[in-house]
């Protein structure tokens, strides 16, 4: 039942809250904002600023209650439940046909309310590269000040980073095992130099995580950037509330359609819809729209408004697998997973905001470049203080079947691949989820750059500083042979959940949005999420997207500007050629 979230209504009445409802389908918006992920709360913010914009932010999934999402460490126990789309992919013909699942925040917040919290930007390069194929204004010096317009950054105090910004950014103060350093040692020991601050003047390198956490919370961008505006008399936010399509009327977007239960219900806009729907939903909305490749949509029965074949392909995520052991102290993070230890906690957590719920699994991080990129980076280790297991039987989705005897991981993560695959219609239902297929690894370089990593990892692993802390090293750490890593990694990799790249903007044929966002041939409609990447950035991609919400926002203000300064030019050149006409005619008519 979809729930109108506006001016404080939770504590009202009722019958309050279903006039309001009624309130929001009739009333006309300057902006409809689709989906509110880590982009999407960001816009609505910007957006709302301007009292004299009137702005809808419709979401699909329900307000941000679920208490693991405010937890920290809650991050484990948020898959497959009602938060989460829980999409998973085609059977992968190069990773031994498995289906890997995919999950997706569905909550204010996006996936930002569900994710990890590592805050990570990527390397310069991504964004000249993004720059280099014709993308004007998003080179890494252009979008620097829109990184840093979000931030808070409690800790480093440079010209990366800025203070005051809404998004909490910080090393965790409340709650570190010692494995974190012992990593950095390591990394250290196998020839990588310690790095304080890898979103800085340099990726490579190794340090501690940066969190989007906050006095032991959660930053997401619904708490950063929606909880404080939420009460704006502009700014409506509707929950549980499918975006059915976009109504384009005479290549301009008008409005959108959403499901109400059963039943279908037009908003229409003034201004601009946009949509920010996540790298799996956006396409899926565009295609749903008649924008797509002609044939496919034909397959469903849509009518293609506009030919855009890029639409929902050049799919790309990052994938990462696991190597460790267990260590001989009980002081890493498995041994918090007991009941005894989570009423502990608990306790702490209440009392203190203190201890091993104020943080996430990830604790430390590398960035490294094989050989076959030896001047930039091109794998990652996300490191955890968290045995995963010694046989495969640990459900990496499901903390309960992880050992509870302590241990530690490091996890090569593959940054720049170059396997790209694809999303499609399943039906033309809203409702159905898209067919995924991301074509893992079908590219020979990325199985080459995740061998590579992960010979670097046992390296690491067999350090002095991790030689004296770890008990027993899993296999195949131990006499490994080429052909054991990779069967074991086909047999654990997961994604990373950095699904982006499906509505990707460019000047090419199979571009969607241009470098304005906007999509090509439709006026008023913009795509702005993950999904619009050209390229995969070298990093967790919660920041990225964020920034492309600052970015995107500030041009839609911009643009908005230039259309009314038009107006008015316009307005002002018409009076002043009907002054200069009657002008004319009183000088004719003197002259008669
Ligand atoms: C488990 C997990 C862990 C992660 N860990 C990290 C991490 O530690 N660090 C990091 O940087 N990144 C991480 N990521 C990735 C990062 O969070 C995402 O890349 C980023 O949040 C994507 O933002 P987005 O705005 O593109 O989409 P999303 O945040 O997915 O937002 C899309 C929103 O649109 C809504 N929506 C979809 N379809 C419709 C529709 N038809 N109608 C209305 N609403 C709709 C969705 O419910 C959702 O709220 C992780 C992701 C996951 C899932």
């Not at 209504?9 to 009624?22: M, N, Q, T």
């Not at 914009?53 to 009602?82: F, M, S």
Request: proline share 4%; with cysteine; glycine share 8%.
């Amino acid at each position: 039942m979809p729930f109108v979230f506006q001016k404080n209504c939770v504590k009202k009445k009722l019958c309050f809250k279903k006039r309001l409802k009624l309130t929001a389908m009739q009333e006309k918006y300057d902006y409809i904002i689709i989906g509110a992920g880590s982009a999407g709360c960001v816009l609505a913010n910007r957006l709302s600023e301007d009292p004299n914009n009137k702005v809808l932010l419709v979401e699909a999934g329900g307000p941000d209650k679920n208490r693991y999402i405010h937890i920290p460490a809650g991050c484990a126990k948020l898959h497959k439940t009602e938060v989460d789309w829980g999409f998973e992919t085609e059977p992968q013909e190069h990773i031994l046909n498995r289906k890997l699942y995919l999950p997706r925040g569905k909550t204010l917040g996006g996936c930002s309310s569900t994710n990890y919290m590592a805050y990570v930007r990527g390397n310069k390069e991504d964004y000249n590269d993004w720059a280099a194929l014709g993308n004007e204004g998003w080179t890494y010096e252009e979008v620097l000040p829109y990184f840093k317009k979000s931030e808070h950054n409690e800790d480093i105090k440079n010209d990366y980073h800025e203070q005051g910004g809404p998004l909490n950014v910080g090393f965790s103060k409340t709650f570190n095992t010692p494995y974190g350093q012992i990593f950095i040692d390591a990394c250290k020991e196998a020839g990588f130099k310690e790095n304080k601050d890898y979103n800085g003047a340099e990726q490579a390198g190794a340090g501690f995580f940066q969190n989007t956490i906050k006095k032991g919370k959660r930053d997401s961008a619904a708490v950063a950037f929606l909880n404080p505006v939420k009460n704006r008399k502009n700014l409506t936010i509707l929950t549980h509330t499918l975006t059915k399509k976009v109504i384009i009327e005479n290549e301009v977007a008008v409005g959108i359609e959403i499901l109400k239960g059963s039943n279908s219900e037009v908003i229409r806009c003034n201004q601009e819809v946009i949509i920010s729907a996540g790298s799996f939903n956006s396409p899926q909305i565009l295609m749903l729209s008649g924008i797509g490749d002609k044939a496919e949509l034909q397959e469903h029965g849509i009518d293609c408004i506009k030919e855009l074949p890029g639409v929902g392909k050049n799919l790309q995520d990052h994938l990462m697998y696991f190597l460790g052991g267990s260590t001989k102290k009980q002081d890493a993070q498995n041994h918090h997973l007991t009941i005894p230890n989570q009423v502990l906690d608990l306790a702490n957590y209440m009392l203190r905001k203190k201890g091993a719920l104020t943080m996430g699994p990830l604790e430390s991080v590398a960035f490294g470049s094989t050989e076959l990129s030896p001047n930039r980076v091109d794998y990652q280790f996300h490191f955890a203080a968290l045995n995963m297991g010694e046989n495969s039987e640990s459900d990496l989705y499901d903390i309960n079947t992880l050992p509870t005897t302590d241990g530690v991981s490091v996890l090569p993560t593959l940054l720049r691949p170059k396997s790209r695959g694809y999303v499609k219609l399943r039906s033309n239902k809203v409702q159905d989820k898209v067919i995924i297929q991301p074509n893992f690894l079908e590219a020979e370089e990325d199985r080459k750059v995740l061998l590579e990593a992960g010979k670097k990892a046992i390296e690491i692993l067999k350090t002095k500083a991790f030689s004296e802390v770890i008990d027993k090293h899993y296999q195949p750490i131990t006499n490994y042979s080429d052909e054991a890593l990779t069967q074991h990694f086909l047999e654990n990799i997961e994604t990373v959940f950095h699904p982006v790249g499906t509505c990707k903007m460019g000047q090419d044929d199979m571009a969607v949005v241009d470098e304005r966002l906007r999509v090509k041939g439709i006026a008023n409609l913009r795509v702005i999420d993950a999904s619009i990447m050209p390229q995969i950035v070298s990093g967790n991609t919660n920041a990225p997207t964020i920034m492309i919400g600052e970015k995107g926002a500030a041009m839609i203000l911009q643009d908005a500007q230039s259309t009314t300064t038009k107006e008015e030019a316009t307005a002002d050149l018409l009076t002043d050629l009907n002054t200069l006409r009657l002008t004319n005619k009183e000088k004719m008519n003197r002259e008669d």
